[in-house]
């Protein structure tokens, strides 16, 4: 019996193998999907892949209680061997491996594993935020943001919620501008642009208004209210709010790890299929708003922060970008005449969702 979307998620496994991994035939694809979450897509896309020739395998697991290191001990071991040989790895997990020690070990330097993180995601976000996106459009305006980035030496991010930070970016730092897999390392849903800034110069005010996700009891989903974050030198020293506020701030304190107050990353979000869902993986791609990871650097940001025990992920809706002063994004709306052009290409068709 056809379940909704089930022709579109045939069309959106096929993208993710033949566009995204550009998986060859005779190469490996392990997809890994833990018992919190359905695994239609995962069936999926492993049929698309036999389909060009590749060796599947789906690897079904029990399910960690946070993400990264917070759940070494329960991920099975035949896993942590599968995941380090493997031509390419989709990883749709509720409960990320990413950051995880076997995932460090897999995705260390010289590793030919081409990884791609949709941990989470469900067949209709999958529909929406890859197997609708204008890829030509898509990528000319995320080189486009990318290279803009990269070109500025100070950056301020605003919203009307209270967030209010600034900070220095170092041009020879890495930017993941997120499309493809198509090489090896860490690669991620698209609609995501992240980067390390100068740890030492990040500081002001960062106000959360979308979405707070950290794996376990941290994973709120949707805010109810801000969290209200102080930062100064790159570091969390305060954080205000009600309950959610309250319950982050345990979480970190119970983990007893002070590398848990470092700002790791930095991220825009621009996929035009995404909506503010409660999944992280979407929630971060929300079109305009500004992301920050706090805890573990993940080695593709080249960042001087590095390990922590774990990872979470707050979300700023409806950012204003100003580079080197200029206001380049306002309110979540590229304003620069180029990007704006290009923006507007690749939300063509999304406007009735
Ligand atoms: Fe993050």
Same mark, same amino acid.
């Given at each position: 019996?056809? +379940?909704?979307? %089930?022709?579109? #998620? @045939?069309?959106?496994?096929?993208? !993710?193998?033949?566009?995204?991994?550009?998986?060859?035939?005779?190469?490996?694809l392990l997809i890994t999907v833990d018992s919190k979450d *359905?695994?239609?897509?995962? #069936?999926?896309? &492993? =049929?698309?892949?036999?389909? !060009? @020739?590749? =060796?599947?395998?789906?690897? $079904?697991?029990?399910?960690?209680?946070?993400? *990264?290191?917070?759940?070494?001990?329960?991920?099975?071991?035949?896993?942590?061997? &599968?995941?380090?040989?493997?031509? &390419? $790895? #989709?990883?749709?997990?509720?409960?990320?491996?990413?950051?995880?020690?076997?995932?460090?070990? &897999?995705?260390?330097? *010289?590793?030919? !594993? +081409?990884?791609?993180?949709? *941990?989470?995601?469900?067949? %209709?976000q999958l529909h929406r935020c890859v197997g609708k996106i204008n890829w030509p459009a898509q990528e000319a305006f995320q080189n486009k943001l990318a290279e803009m980035t990269r070109n500025t030496n100070t950056m301020r991010l605003y919203t009307e919620a209270g967030t209010d930070v600034t900070f220095d970016n170092i041009p020879s730092r890495s930017i993941t501008n997120e499309l493809r897999a198509d090489v090896p390392g860490p690669h991620f849903l698209t609609g995501q642009i992240g980067w390390a800034p100068r740890e030492e110069t990040i500081k002001g005010t960062i106000v959360f208004d979308g979405a707070f996700s950290g794996g376990g009891i941290a994973d709120i989903g949707i805010l109810t209210d801000p969290i209200i974050l102080s930062v100064k030198r790159g570091r969390i020293v305060n954080i205000e709010g009600k309950r959610e506020a309250e319950i982050i701030k345990s979480w970190i304190a119970r983990l007893d790890d002070d590398r848990m107050y470092n700002l790791v990353h930095v991220c825009y979000g621009y996929n035009p299929g995404a909506r503010l869902s409660g999944i992280c993986t979407e929630d971060e791609r929300v079109w305009g708003c500004t992301g920050w990871g706090i805890g573990y650097q993940g080695i593709m940001f080249d960042g001087n922060f590095g390990d922590a025990a774990s990872h979470a992920d707050g979300i700023c809706l409806n950012t204003t970008v100003y580079m080197d002063g200029k206001m380049i994004i306002e309110k979540g709306v590229p304003t620069h005449p180029e990007l704006k052009y290009l923006a507007d290409e690749c939300r063509r068709g999304f406007k009735n969702g």
């Open positions: 019996m056809p +379940r909704i979307l %089930e022709l579109e #998620l @045939g069309k959106t496994a096929y993208v !993710i193998v033949k566009e995204l991994f550009r998986l060859q035939s005779g190469e490996s *359905g695994w239609k897509a995962a #069936l999926e896309v &492993a =049929k698309a892949a036999e389909a !060009i @020739g590749g =060796k599947v395998m789906v690897a $079904w697991h029990s399910s960690a209680s946070g993400y *990264g290191k917070t759940g070494d001990s329960k991920h099975p071991t035949p896993l942590k061997a &599968a995941i380090s040989d493997t031509d &390419a $790895w #989709l990883e749709l997990n509720k409960e990320w491996l990413l950051y995880s020690t076997p995932w460090e070990t &897999a995705m260390k330097k *010289g590793s030919r !594993i +081409r990884y791609l993180f949709m *941990g989470g995601l469900g067949v %209709e």
